[in-house]
């Protein structure tokens, strides 16, 4: 009997083992396969459902280094298509591509007659720049047409499917975004969202900066778009709601050890903006205004007249 009994101990050990065997290969198996199905799915899902083609790449800040930023730097307004005043302004400024680094404060494209030219030109001139929201609105189109374009998928179907207007696709801003090719594309796509240039304690954005946000925190779209700032502390691009946002920064640098200056566009209707912290470059070009440069070592403000080519 005790044989007997032995033999089935024995037995029950040779189950307990070939069960802990197979629970151990499971333990390994499921966890494997689960992270191997997990990132099959992921990758077939990016390139099918979760690509979301609403969200355009962007880099929030590049930084501009020696030997560009020692070269004599000069900042550009928003120029908006008009591509012979800048030609003029280009002109004017004597610019010379030996001595000068020319850096651009967004809204290159849109609303003017030339914007693929003016692209073009800035590209050609290695200029630095920095996205403006109408930048930011054709690269978005373009990112859609593409992806449609690579999946096969019918433009009609995604409007459907995105509840997006029909009236975008012949909107200016997506005729635009069909006229780019490749290179002009990657270029625009290659403006950062702040350009931050430590020579000088300078920051370069489109629209504006929040004073008390660290910038990583800073929302991109704000940052092309704030005019002013509320009474609640948030940014917000109307032009009746609360006071200008630099009026916020000068305060805050004028109190600050380490002050920093920001150069930037996008607010025609305040026009050229001189402050002791901030300097506002969009001085109404494509409304019939001026084109201006700043010459950062002079502090020198330079313009051009430009034809109305909206109103
Ligand atoms: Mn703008």
Redesign the pocket.
């Known amino acids: 009997m005790k044989g007997v009994n032995y033999q089935r101990l024995n037995n029950r050990k040779k189950h307990f083992c070939n069960l802990q065997n197979v629970k151990l290969t499971l333990l390994i198996l499921i966890p494997s396969l689960t992270l191997c199905v997990l990132f099959l799915g992921s990758s077939f899902s990016f390139n099918t459902h979760n690509f979301d083609p609403l969200n355009v790449n962007y880099t929030l800040i590049n930084k501009l280094e020696p030997p560009l930023s020692q070269k004599n730097l000069i900042f550009i307004g ?1 120029v908006h298509g008009s591509y012979d005043e800048l030609l003029m302004l280009i002109n004017k400024i004597n610019y010379d591509p030996l001595k000068d680094h020319l850096i651009f404060v ?2 290159l494209i849109a609303k003017g007659p030339k914007s693929t030219e003016v692209v073009q030109l800035i590209r050609s001139l290695g200029a630095s720049c920095v996205r ?3 930048d930011d609105k054709v690269l978005q189109f373009k990112n859609i047409l593409d992806f449609l374009d690579s999946q096969k998928i019918p433009l009609d179907e995604f409007i459907k499917k995105h509840d997006i207007s029909k009236d975008i696709v012949n909107s200016e801003h997506g005729l635009l975004a069909k006229e780019l090719d490749m290179e002009l594309y990657n270029f625009l796509l290659s403006c950062p969202i702040i350009l931050d240039i430590p020579e000088y304690d300078l920051y370069v954005v ?2 504006g900066l929040l004073p008390d946000v660290p910038l990583f925190e800073q929302d991109p779209s704000d940052i ?2 704030m005019r002013n700032i509320m009474k609640n502390g948030k940014p917000t691009s109307q032009k009746d709601e609360g006071h200008a946002w630099s009026k916020y920064w000068n305060a805050a640098q004028e109190k600050s050890s380490s002050p920093k200056t920001v150069i930037y ?2 607010d025609a209707a305040r026009g050229l903006k001189i402050k002791p912290y901030s300097f506002g470059l969009d001085s109404r070009c494509v409304h019939g205004g001026e084109l201006s440069a700043l010459i950062w070592n002079d502090r020198e403000i330079i313009s051009v007249k430009c034809k109305n080519y909206v109103d």
């Open positions: 928003d967004g809204d403006g929201n109408h489109h629209a092309m778009t566009g996008h």
